[in-house]
């Protein structure tokens, strides 16, 4: 038997079991995973196959693999630390822009931790070391899934009739004026608006915001306000003014459209490193579409998408909390 055939089956078995997967419901995490066991399973049989032609490049090419992780780590410590000063410096020193800076700095610490365990050799450090070297590879494995999928999802687009954009709200500035978040978010559901009266449909536009601490109006008037003053006309716009999440945005925004017109189809507006998340929340909450981004400044995003990913985690907190209670188990088991 060719020693590429084993990998190359799980390959194929992997990808069937993703596109059967996101054809069926693509607001899936799960989907995350199957599609990145695929391409593991794609690169083993591409080494295989090289393998069987020049062993001698299968191994070259193995070992910069191999290489690429450590420099990756510190490429990546660095590059959240960066980002978490520009962070600090153009969006203020808010808990939420925190999070980059004290990812990147964390990744140093555990680098230097491991160095100070491995010269002083103590079973309790060790033991430590070990679990939380487990507990980090554990939930680097979920975030690297979360974002492949979450790079997928954002690109794929549905060409189903539309009655209904939903715009998501995200707070205001001021207290009454759209901030450049909000805006892209705004200015994407109005292309989208744009683009179905193109093709002879006349959806309605749905702005979803509530009246959060210290905002002057709901967000859901300011938002309407925005896009008429760029051209939508009024009567278009379904306000949706209680809710103060996001399931609640979908949840409310679901009830008006069901209302409106029960079997409706709609998609939903957030910004990109929203995207994922917010698509999981529509499948929980029986909203009828897809979620689609709009473009977020560049420096915002890294620290964005860690919010995103830990609310995630937070989600599924009793999976992850036992999963982690193993890993912390195993670890002393080896070491005492």
């Given at each position: 038997?060719?020693?590429?055939?084993?990998?190359?089956?799980?390959?194929?078995?992997?990808?069937?079991?993703?596109?059967?997967?996101?054809?069926?419901?693509?607001?899936?995490?799960?989907?995350?995973?199957?599609?990145?066991?695929?391409?593991?399973?794609?690169?083993?049989?591409?080494?295989?196959?090289?393998?069987?032609?020049?062993?001698?490049?299968?191994?070259?090419?193995?070992?910069?693999?191999?290489?690429?992780?450590?420099?990756?780590?510190?490429?990546?410590?660095?590059?959240?630390?960066?980002?978490?000063?520009?962070?600090?410096?153009?969006?203020?020193?808010?808990?939420?822009?925190?999070?980059?800076?004290?990812?990147?700095?964390?990744?140093?610490?555990?680098?230097?931790?491991?160095?100070?365990?491995?010269?002083?050799?103590?079973?309790?450090?060790?033991?430590?070391?070990?679990?939380?070297?487990?507990?980090?590879?554990?939930?680097?494995?979920?975030?690297?899934?979360?974002?492949?999928?979450?790079?997928?999802?954002?690109?794929?687009?549905?060409?189903?009739?539309?009655?209904?954009?939903?715009?998501?709200?995200?707070?205001?500035?001021?207290?009454?004026?759209?901030?450049?978040?909000?805006?892209?978010?705004?200015?994407?559901?109005?292309?989208?608006?744009?683009?179905?009266?193109?093709?002879?449909?006349?959806?309605?536009?749905?702005?979803?915001?509530?009246?959060?601490?210290?905002?002057?109006?709901?967000?859901?008037?300011?938002?309407?306000?925005?896009?008429?003053?760029?051209?939508?006309?009024?009567?278009?716009?379904?306000?949706?003014?209680?809710?103060?999440?996001?399931?609640?945005?979908?949840?409310?925004?679901?009830?008006?459209?069901?209302?409106r017109k029960p079997g409706y189809r709609c998609v939903v507006v957030t910004n990109n490193f929203h995207v994922l998340r917010a698509a999981l929340t529509a499948r929980k909450v029986k909203v009828n579409g897809q979620v689609i981004g709009s473009r977020t400044a560049w420096y915002f995003w890294p620290s964005a998408t860690l919010r995103e990913f830990a609310a995630?985690?937070?989600?599924?907190?009793?999976?992850?909390?036992?999963?982690?209670?193993?890993?912390?188990?195993?670890?002393?088991?080896?070491?005492?």
């Amino acid at each position: 038997m060719h020693p590429a055939l084993i990998p190359l089956a799980a390959t194929v078995f992997c990808f069937a079991v993703f596109l059967v997967s996101f054809l069926l419901e693509r607001r899936r995490l799960r989907n995350g995973f199957y599609l990145f066991f695929a391409l593991a399973f794609l690169g083993l049989t591409l080494i295989s196959l090289l393998a069987s032609l020049s062993p001698e490049a299968a191994a070259i090419v193995a070992f910069g693999l191999f290489a690429l992780i450590p420099l990756t780590i510190v490429v990546l410590a660095v590059f959240l630390i960066g980002n978490g000063v520009i962070m600090l410096r153009r969006e203020g020193r808010r808990p939420a822009n925190l999070l980059s800076l004290a990812a990147g700095v964390g990744i140093v610490a555990l680098i230097v931790f491991g160095f100070v365990v491995g010269q002083i050799r103590w079973a309790p450090l060790e033991a430590l070391r070990d679990g939380v070297d487990g507990i980090v590879a554990y939930l680097s494995f979920l975030f690297v899934c979360f974002l492949l999928y979450s790079l997928v999802y954002g690109r794929v687009r549905s060409r189903r009739p539309l009655d209904f954009v939903v715009v998501l709200g995200s707070g205001l500035l001021g207290g009454k004026n759209v901030p450049p978040l909000l805006a892209s978010r705004l200015d994407r559901g109005r292309r989208v608006l744009d683009a179905e009266d193109r093709k002879g449909r006349s959806p309605l536009l749905v702005t979803s915001g509530g009246q959060g601490p210290g905002e002057d109006v709901p967000e859901s008037h300011a938002m309407a306000d925005y896009l008429v003053d760029r051209g939508v006309p009024r009567e278009r716009i379904v306000l949706e003014d209680r809710s103060r999440t996001t399931r609640e945005n979908l949840a409310f925004s679901a009830g008006l459209m069901c209302s409106r017109k029960p079997g409706y189809r709609c998609v939903v507006v957030t910004n990109n490193f929203h995207v994922l998340r917010a698509a999981l929340t529509a499948r929980k909450v029986k909203v009828n579409g897809q979620v689609i981004g709009s473009r977020t400044a560049w420096y915002f995003w890294p620290s964005a998408t860690l919010r995103e990913f830990a609310a995630i985690l937070d989600d599924h907190r009793i999976l992850n909390g036992i999963v982690c209670a193993v890993i912390i188990a195993a670890s002393l088991l080896k070491n005492f």
